[in-house]
């Protein structure tokens, strides 16, 4: 699975931002694709994750501002984040794994999880 991830940038504190990530390779139905964020000096944590069997995880620190979303045809998933926060500063990456979810609450998601995409880089100033 190829992940290409795009649509960073720097917003002011209350602005919005998309990222997108577009999957190839395999039969991706069978994958769960989602949006994970490093911040400086800061372990990987995951943000939204849609799982192949169409259930959505959001972190707590997202919910209601961030969505997640998935589209088969183009094999492309989505974050809409709005009402961004100067905390939500940090290189976002997606990634791909038959069990995102489960494997994102791994000891050590980073080795666990399947496929990465490149991040993308959300500034978000005050």
């Known amino acids: 699975v190829q992940l290409q991830a795009s649509g960073g940038g720097s917003v002011q504190a209350g602005g919005s931002l998309t990222l997108s990530c577009a999957a190839s390779?395999?039969?991706?139905?069978?994958?769960?694709l989602g949006w994970f964020r490093q911040a400086p000096g800061k372990e990987r944590e995951s943000v939204a994750i849609?799982?192949?069997?169409?259930?959505?995880y959001y972190n707590d620190d997202v919910k209601g501002r961030f969505t997640i979303f998935r589209d088969i045809v183009k094999k492309t998933v989505s974050l809409q984040m709005n009402s961004l926060k100067p905390e939500d500063t940090a290189v976002y990456y997606c990634?791909?794994?038959?069990?995102?979810?489960?494997?994102?609450?791994?000891?050590?998601?980073?080795?666990?999880?399947?496929?990465w995409g490149q991040g993308t880089q959300v500034t978000v100033s005050s």
């Open positions: 990634a791909a794994d038959p069990l995102l979810i489960s494997r994102a609450r791994s000891s050590d998601p980073l080795r666990e999880i399947a496929y």
């Open positions: 390779g395999r039969t991706l139905s069978n994958y769960g």
């Open positions: 849609h799982s192949r069997s169409n259930t959505v």
